[in-house]
C-alpha cells in the first residue's frame, strides 16, 4: 500500500467523535485542575493577610482548601485514565464495525478486536487449526473487555451527573470574586454609586468562608480598593475564571462520550453483532 493509501484507510476508521472529546477532556481537567489548585492556594494567602489575625477562625478552611487539592490529584488521574480508556473503546468499535461491512480494512491488532465482536477467525483456515498471531491474542483479549459499551455508557452516565454538580460548584469562588470586583469597581468610581465608600465592603463571612465571629472579617473603602489592585487577587480571580472554563470543557467532552456510547449501545441492540461511531 502506499503512503496516502495508508493514511486514508486509518482516516476512516478513527473514532473522530472521541478523539475530540479525548482531547477536550485532557485539556478541561488540566485546565479545572491545575488553575483550581493554585486559585485555591491564592485564596488561602488572601484569608490570611487581609480577613483575619486569628488563625483559628480559617483554621478549618485551610483544611478544607488542602483536601480539595489532594482530590484534584486524584480526579486529574482518573480522568486521564477514563479518557484513555473511552477513546480506546471509539477505537474498538469503529474498527470492528467497519471490518464487518468491509469498507475499513484493519490491522492485525484490528482483526483481533473486531473478532470479538464479529465471531470472526479464531485460528481456523482452509489447512486447518492455524496458530493465532500473539499480538491478535492479546488484542483479542483486551476487546472482550472494551466490547460492553453499555457499560460506559453507565459509567459515563454517573460521571456526567457527577461533574455537573462540580461545574456548578466551581461558579460559587467565581460568583464571590465577581461580586467583589464589582464592589472595588463602584469604589473606584464614586461618581457611579450614591452608595458612601466606607460603606461598600467585601465581607467573607456572608458567604461561609470565615466564621461569623472572625476579625476582621470584612474590608471596606480605600482598602477593599487596595486588594482588588494586587497581584494576588486578580491573579486568584482570573484562575478561577479558567478553572470555571475547564469544568465547562471536561462537561462538554462527557456529554460527547455518553451521547457517542449511548448511540453505540443502540446499534449493538438493533444489529445484534456490532457498534459503531
Known sequence: LGLLECCARCLIGAPFASLVATGLCFFGVALFCGCGHEALTGTEQLIETYFSKNYQDYEYLI???????????????????????????????????????????TTICGKGLSATVTGGP????????????????????????????????????VLTIIWLVVFACSAVPVYIYFNTWTTCQ?????????????????????????????????????NLLSICKTSEFQMTFHLFIAAFVGAAATLVSLLTFMIAATYNFAVLKLMGRGTKF
Open 122 to 157: 479464531k485460528g481456523r483456515g482452509a489447512r486447518g487449526p492455524q496458530r493465532a498471531h500473539s499480538l491478535q491474542r492479546v488484542c483479542q483479549c483486551l476487546g472482550k473487555w472494551l466490547g460492553h459499551p453499555d457499560k460506559f455508557v453507565g459509567i459515563t452516565y
Open 63 to 105: 483544611d478544607v482548601i488542602h483536601a480539595f487539592q489532594y482530590v484534584i490529584y486524584g480526579t486529574a488521574s482518573f480522568f486521564f485514565l477514563y479518557g484513555a480508556l473511552l477513546l480506546a473503546e471509539g477505537f474498538y468499535t469503529t474498527g470492528a464495525v467497519r471490518q464487518i461491512f468491509g469498507d475499513y480494512k
Open 186 to 222: 463602584s469604589i473606584a468610581n464614586p461618581s457611579k454609586t450614591s452608595a458612601s465608600i466606607g460603606t461598600l465592603c467585601a465581607d467573607a463571612r456572608m458567604y461561609g468562608v470565615l466564621p461569623w465571629n472572625a476579625f476582621p472579617g470584612k474590608v471596606c473603602g480605600s
